[in-house]
C-alpha cells in the first residue's frame, strides 16, 4: 500500500448551505481535474449492518466494490462534502486502493465551498434533509407529514419522514433515486409503523428523536407496549 498523505488544500467551517451544518472549503487556488483529497474508506462488515440502521451514520455510507453490494464509511473530510445540483467537485471510488478520490471539476477559488452531487440522476432535483428544514413555524393546514418506520429483510429498522406516505413507500419498493440508499441495499422491507403530524417540523423532529431510540424500545413502539416504552 502506497503511503498516504493528508490533504493540505482544505479546510473545514460553517457551511454558507442554510442548515448544512459544516461544509469543505478551499484553502488554496484548485484547478480542474486536481484531486481535491484521497479518502480512504472503512468497510461496514455485514454483521455490523444493523447497527449502521440504529446510528446517525447511515445517512453518510458509499456504495464500494465493482457490483455495489458492499457498504464503506469515509474517513479524513469525505463525509463532510456537502451536496449540490450544482457541484464544483466529484468523487471517485478506487476499489484497489480503497479510497474516495474527490475531484474538482472546474477551477475552484480559494475559500469557495467545495459541493458534491451525491444523486445518481442528476436531472433529480430531491430535496435533501437539510434543504427540508422548514423556515416558517406557519402551520400548513393544506398537508399532512408522516413519520414511518420500515423493517427489512435482515430485521432492522429504518426511520424516515415524508409528506406523502404512499408515494414514499412505492419509491423505495421501486429503488428509484429518490429511495433512500440504505433501504436498496436490502432484498425487502416492510411498513410497520407510522405517525401523522400537521407540519413538517414536528415530523423531523419526532423522526430524530425516535432514530436516537435503542432498537428495542422503536420495537416496543411498533408493538404499541406502552408499560415497557415508559420503562425504557
Not at 423522526?207 to 404499541?224: D, F, H, M, S, Y
Request: glycine share 4%.
Amino acid at each position: 500500500m502506497k503511503k498516504l498523505l493528508t490533504s493540505d488544500k482544505i479546510y473545514i467551517a460553517q457551511s454558507r448551505i442554510l442548515n448544512a451544518g459544516r461544509g469543505v472549503y478551499a484553502g488554496c487556488d484548485i484547478e480542474k481535474d486536481e484531486i481535491i483529497e484521497k479518502c480512504p474508506v472503512i468497510e461496514v462488515p455485514r454483521y455490523d449492518l444493523s447497527n449502521l440502521a440504529e446510528s446517525t451514520l447511515v445517512t453518510y455510507f458509499f456504495y464500494f466494490g465493482k457490483n455495489k453490494k458492499r457498504l464503506v464509511i469515509a474517513l479524513g473530510f469525505g463525509s463532510i462534502y456537502n451536496h449540490s445540483y450544482e457541484p464544483n467537485a466529484k468523487y471517485k471510488i478506487r476499489h484497489s486502493e480503497k479510497t474516495l478520490d474527490f475531484i474538482a471539476l472546474r477551477n475552484i477559488k480559494k475559500a469557495d465551498e467545495i459541493t458534491v452531487n451525491y444523486d445518481p440522476n442528476p436531472k433529480d432535483k430531491y430535496l435533501l434533509w437539510f434543504e427540508k428544514v422548514p423556515q416558517s413555524n406557519k402551520l400548513d393546514l393544506t398537508m399532512s407529514f408522516f413519520v414511518y418506520i420500515l423493517r427489512t429483510s435482515s430485521n432492522t429498522l429504518y426511520i424516515g419522514q415524508t409528506n406523502n406516505l404512499k408515494k414514499r413507500i412505492e419509491e423505495h419498493r421501486n429503488r428509484k433515486s429518490k429511495s433512500a440508499k440504505y433501504i436498496r441495499y436490502f432484498q425487502s422491507f416492510e411498513l410497520v409503523y407510522s405517525e401523522k403530524y400537521p407540519t413538517r417540523k414536528e415530523a423531523m423532529q419526532r423522526e430524530v428523536q425516535l432514530k436516537r431510540w435503542p432498537k428495542t424500545k422503536k420495537e416496543a413502539l411498533i408493538k404499541g407496549d406502552l408499560k415497557l416504552l415508559k420503562k425504557l
